[in-house]
């Protein structure tokens, strides 16, 4: 019998049942995802702000 549930995290239709590994999610990343928004709780970081990285491109005339 095949169960099929959201992903909580993209709310994709995933299978619980022993094929998918990753339930209750739909995958790896959505896995990830979770657990990382845990972390951040845990530790409480608050600045979710994404580093430019390469932002500066010395230009050589
Ligand atoms: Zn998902």
Known sequence: MNKIIYCPIC????RLDSS???????????RLIDLGK???EKYGIADASTVD???THPEIH
Do not use: A, L, M
Request: with cysteine.
């Open 53 to 55: 990285d390469e932002q």
């Open 38 to 40: 845990w972390v951040d």
């Open 20 to 30: 998918n590994q990753h339930r209750p999610f739909c995958s790896d990343r959505c």
């Open 11 to 14: 709310k994709n239709t995933t």
